[in-house]
């Protein structure tokens, strides 16, 4: 079923009408993409490519210029869903220190579905329920800036968990950690995705995070530049140069490979799959 | 330097003081700061100074921590019981040109200096017993009436939350600043106050700057989670006062009792 329905989206921010200025560039250029329920996207990009601005379209913190963007069938521009659809998807941001509220984990936790109105019993339950998914429960008395980078993410993820949305779209969630944290991260994303069900949308310009999706969309100057699963996008070894977008290393190292005239029949994503193929090539 | 920073400070416990509900807390506080000044011999002074040793020991908080906020005041104390004890009037003791110790003076002295401590060991005996969300929670309740009066409690509340939240992340934040500044050569550690104050500019202004840009993600986190004000809104944890509450009040009451006897009788 499709929960996020993309259409036609041009979005630019506003800019004053004064004589001599240029008129505003578009940051998305008619992006058309769709989101299944229970789907695991990567939003792959460089820097500037629009892609934390095509997040912020899906929870309607921003509204597009032209085109519309559906969350389960409602339209993000109708004022009065604003609060539905930030219901069931959740945005998570990069830096986690700015994005909690309280000084006690769990009373952040609790922050989001306090908003909701929801009975102190039941926010109990999903405070609780919510650390427990991020494997932060034990820390539920601490206090946040005491924790390392990768907890406070988790923290921030507990504290959208919380609200029990459909989809959580997190923007850039690992490019402030440390690489332990960001497996801690990454974990606990995919964790999410197979056991509790929730749609992920993954922004990221790490390609090996990119590579653990069910589908990877490539954007390059607001528009969409391929997509598809992980082993058809980082085929195109070519294209994805051509826009100075990384491979993974694997399917770096078979592509020069292959360049130098060794036969593989298809492209590595990780390490323990060109392991696997270079065993066959030296047999 | 920026470390030993005792404001918002909180000791999780389980004593008396911890159990009480903050609302309860802050009101006692303040009607207690009340008694405090209006002690009118030494016998009522020495027995709310007895209840305040007694509030400290039963807090289950380190002394070594009451010492040192006592310490950030101690100027103050000397300052001001010093000019009580030269400004006094009653049977002069002692004199040296326009200088003269008198009875009221010493009287005066004392008092101030007794009364100035508790001030600050009850008053530090709350941040340190009472988690800055409890805190400020409390205040939210107990100020909700004058909501009447068109004042935005919820917002103010919400906004000591968040202060009280970012005090540790900017704090950390100009440790470093300073640092890269210093890698550049700044120079804070000597110089007069006035150069000591100019070499602060530069890390103020990315301080500044940082500040707004956490801000703008708050913002932007807090919108994601529905944050809509106060109104609709509902809390994790419902304060309820409980027999521990009822108990304190009563001892509360009897305290008070005790000191306006003591300043009639005695």
Redesign the interface.
Known sequence: MEFIKVDNVKFHYDIDEEPGQQPAVNVLDGISMSVEKGEFVALLGHNGCGKSTMA?HF?A?LLPSEGKVYVDGMDTSDEEKC?DI??KV??V?Q?P????????V??DV???????????KE??RR?DDALKKVDMYEYR?H???KLSGGQKQRV?IA??IA?EPDCIVLDEPTAMLDPRGRDEVMSTIKKLNKENGITIVLITHYMDEAVMADRVIVMDKGKILTEGNPHEVFSKVELLKKHRLDVPQATELVYQLRAMGVKFERMPLDEEECVEMLREVLK | MMRDVTLGQFFPGKSILHRLDPRMKIALLVAFIVLIFCTGNYFSLAFTAIIVALTVFFSGVPTKMYLKSVKTIIFIVIFTSVLNLLYGTGDVLWSWGFLKITTGGIRNAVFVTVRIISLILVSSSLTFTTSPTDLTDGLERILKPLGIFRIKVHEIAMMMTIALRFIPTLLEETDKIMQAQKARGADMESGGIVKRVKALIPVLVPLFVSAFRRAYDLATAMECRCYQGGSGRTRMKSLHLTAVDFKVLAFMIFVACSVILLNIFL
């Open positions: 912020k929870n913190l609060y930030r219901k959740g945005l941001l830096n220190d700015n994005q909690l509220v309280a000084s006690i769990e009373e609790a922050f989001g579905p306090e908003n909701l109105g929801i009975e102190p926010i109990r405070v008395l206090a946040p800036y921030a504290g959208i609200m």
